[in-house]
Structures are given as C-alpha cells and as structure tokens.
C-alpha cells in the first residue's frame, strides 16, 4: 500500500449529528465545498434519517444505521452521477439530517374568537387552545414542501402553519359532533380524536404525522356564561319551589297538623324569598312581617295577608302570641291584630237551621 493509499485510509470522513437542542427537525451537514470522500462513515442514530441531495435533487434517504458511502449504499445518486462502473473519487452532495423523533406539547389555540353553531345556544363564538404532538412520516417530503435549501430548519417555522390547520377544522368538527358547548367538557378527549383524524390528510401533504391532540378548553365569552349561571341558578330555584308546593298540598291531603301546614308555609315563604332575590331587578319593598308562638316554638315569619288568612282558617285565635320587629314582648293577637279581627265574620250558629 502506498503512502497516499494510507493518508486516504486515515482521514476518512465521518458525517453525523448530535442534536443538542429540542426543537431541531433538520440539519444540514456543514462540509466545506459539499465534497464528500469516497468511502466515508455515515452514521445515522435512531430517529434520525440522512437525505442526499444532488445538485437540488433528493436522492437517497438512509435510515438508522452506519454506512460506508461507495456505490453500492446509494443507488440513485450512482444512477445520477453516471457511477455504474466504479468510482473511487470525492463527490459532491448535500447532507440533511431529518429528526424523526416525536415533538410533544406544541401549542394550538385560537387568536379570536370563532362562530358555531350551538344545538341548544344558537350560533355562539367561542375560544379554545390545546395541545398536540408531531414527527416526520415523510423526510423528502418535508424538504421539498416546506423546509426546502434550510440549513437549520425549527419548528418556530412550521408550529404556527399546523396550529391554523387544527383552528381551521375546529368548527366544522364542533358542529357535525352536535354536542351542545355546555357539555362538551366530556367530549374533550372524543373531539380530539375527531380532529386528529380530519386533519392526517393535510399534515400528510407536508410529510408530517399528527400524532396525538388534545384540546384542553373551550370557553364562551363571559356574559353568555353568566346568563348560563344564571339560568342555573333560577332553575333550581323554580324546582325547590315546585318542591314545597308539593309537600304543602301533600300535608293538607293528609290532614297535616297546623303547625305542620305553618311550618311548610314558612319554607315555601323563605323559597320564594330567595327566588326573588336571585332576580337582577330591584327587590320588593319589605313588608310588614308577624311571628306566631305555637306550643313552645315561634313560627314565621308570616306577612298580613298570611296572618289573615290563618286567621280565617282558625289556626290563629285572639288569645295566640305573636310579635314583630319592633315590639318588647309577645301579645296577644287580639291586641296587636285587632283590626283584622274586626273584618272576620263570626262562626255560624250550629244550631241554626
């Protein structure tokens, strides 16, 4: 072997890469001149691939693995450089190293707001943002589509391009589920799939895989989610309503002691009470409000037209306790209500006939 034989044997080129960063997908690698030696170590690590472009045109795509660079480990740049009988000399070609591995956690969201049409709302304008993951499916195509003669092409430079194709398929996905947006935080994971799926055939186009989304939240401006409280809150106001009403006629089927009838009376008085206060117009002015002693127990409160009414029933007689703000000490009804007293008709004569 001579002298040059053995020079060349020792300074044999190796062409790799150790990515040092996260958000790399490809890099190419810096020869001065281009010129590659014949011979050369080509070491591609798992998720790694090494592309060759010849004078603009891909050529061969290695996988993982270590490569001697001859003839026979890249069969279409030999067909392109016309090496069919042999070659021996440095070359000229481009090396792209493509990152393979899976980018997690980049970011979707949408900027404004966006219009759907809600089953139960109408059309509503909501926002939302999540999050979804990538990797290459396709080196060549990536170079060609959207990295092109990139030396250190990033995802800083693709993130935003994905990110618009998932807000673009937002809607439709939202209106074809019909799923109303006040319960779609239980078909987060289900829509995220939906998506995904829609959106393949795009990411395809740019050699990308879309291989997981996640949408994190999606929310409606603040004064219709306020309405929507509110409506709540009034709907469970009107069923406790509806509920005291029920167990006050239940009572009076089922002869219902009095105090048990003035007990329910007070429940549903302090039901309607809060329903009223719930309401954003201007509350009732306070009326005059009376207790009533029933055994050892207050009962109430009850206003005038309550205290009339059980007045005329029977369930209040002039010798019965009661007070009201403003009063030191029990009286006697008779005393305080004397008035009302006045305007009652007495019992009818038994005897009468």
Do not use: C
């Amino acid at each position: 072997m001579g002298l040059f034989d053995w020079l060349r044997g020792q300074f044999i080129d190796v062409i790799e890469w150790l990515d040092k960063s996260n958000d790399t997908i490809i890099y190419r690698f810096d020869r001065a001149g281009n010129e590659i030696k014949y011979g050369a170590k080509l070491i591609v690590r798992e998720s790694q691939q090494a592309v060759f472009v010849n004078e603009g045109e891909i050529a061969d795509v290695l996988g993982p693995g270590i490569y001697e660079l001859e003839t026979k480990n890249l069969p279409l740049l030999t067909n392109l450089q016309h090496w069919d009988h042999g070659f021996e000399s440095p070359f000229k070609a481009e090396v792209y190293f493509v990152n393979t591995k899976r980018f997690s956690d980049l970011k979707w969201g949408t900027k404004n707001p966006i219009i759907i049409k809600d089953p139960m709302l109408g059309p509503v304008r909501v926002k939302a943002f999540g999050t979804y993951e990538i990797r290459v499916k396709d080196a060549a195509k990536v170079i060609k589509e959207v990295a092109g003669t990139d030396g250190l092409f990033t995802l800083d430079e693709v993130d935003e391009r994905l990110s618009n194709l998932i807000v673009s398929k937002l809607p439709e996905v939202l209106a074809k589920s019909g799923i109303s947006v006040i319960e779609l935080a239980k078909h987060y994971r289900e829509l995220g799939e939906r998506i995904k799926d829609e959106l393949q055939p795009f990411f395809n186009e740019y050699g990308f895989s879309l291989e997981k989304l996640l949408i994190e939240n999606i929310s409606l401006p603040k004064e219709v989610e306020k309405a929507i409280d509110e409506y709540s809150s009034m709907k469970v106001l009107k069923d406790m309503d509806q509920y005291l009403k029920f167990k006050s006629a239940e009572g009076i089927s089922k002869g219902g002691s009095g105090s048990e009838l003035l007990g329910l009376g007070a429940g549903l008085a302090a039901a309607n009470h809060l329903f009223e206060n719930s309401s954003q117009t201007p509350p009732p002015i306070p009326k005059e409000q009376f207790y009533i002693a029933r055994g050892d127990e207050p009962m109430g409160p009850f206003t005038k037209e309550q205290v009339k009414e059980l007045i005329l029933k029977g369930d209040i007689n002039k010798d019965t306790l009661v007070w009201k703000e403003g009063m030191k000490e029990w009286k006697k009804a008779g005393e305080v209500l004397s008035e009302i007293f006045k305007k009652v008709p007495p019992p009818l004569d038994e005897d009468r006939g």
